[in-house]
């Protein structure tokens, strides 16, 4: 896979943090296209500057804060826009929330690779392909009270996992 390629996907996976991140710290929603442009422009541009070992989020939150400084910068006035403070502050708080993000969506990728092939079933057919549980249990050939007890123990089963990681492991 190509540099640009791989930027690419980065950038689909990490698209609503910076997203979320624009729109948080900027006052008029209907820029926050214009900036969100602004950034996979300079995203691409730098491609060569990234470093593939390293994570693409804080880059390209690194990326997003200098745009938005930017427009700060035209938009001087406007009593909406953040201190650059303020800017550094939140840029730093949306990249922890992601290490979280991130730590926590490993746990429940090893906590479901645990479950029961019966219980990844049962959760693959109910959160991966959406079906209800009346349609499970017909699939299935299971009553609806079944479905409905067996997707509550699996949940449990993952919160219980997820949180003893989280212990073993710490928060990140």
Not at 32 to 54: A, M, N, P, S
Not at 107 to 134: H, I, M, P, T, V
Request: neutral net charge; proline residues 3%; aromatic residues 8%.
């Amino acid at each position: 896979m190509d540099r640009h390629q791989e930027l690419a996907r980065l950038w689909t996976r990490h698209l609503p943090v910076v997203e979320t991140y624009l729109i948080s710290l900027w006052a008029r929603p209907e820029d926050v296209e214009e900036l969100l442009q602004e950034t996979i422009t300079q995203i691409f541009q730098q491609v060569d500057k990234f470093d593939f070992e390293r994570p693409f989020l804080p880059w390209a939150l690194g990326v997003a804060r200098n745009v938005l400084l930017r427009h700060r910068r035209d938009f001087a006035r406007d009593r909406h826009v953040f201190s650059q403070e303020t800017v550094e502050n939140l840029t730093q708080a949306f990249e922890e929330v992601s290490d979280t993000q991130e730590a926590l969506r490993r746990f429940l990728g090893d906590c479901f690779a645990r479950l029961s092939s019966k219980s990844r079933q049962l959760c693959q057919l109910r959160y991966e392909q959406n079906l209800g549980r009346e349609e499970i249990a017909r699939q299935q050939g299971m009553s609806i009270v079944a479905v409905k007890k067996g997707l509550h123990r699996l949940r449990e089963q993952l919160r219980i996992c997820i949180e003893q990681r989280l212990q073993r492991e710490g928060t990140p």
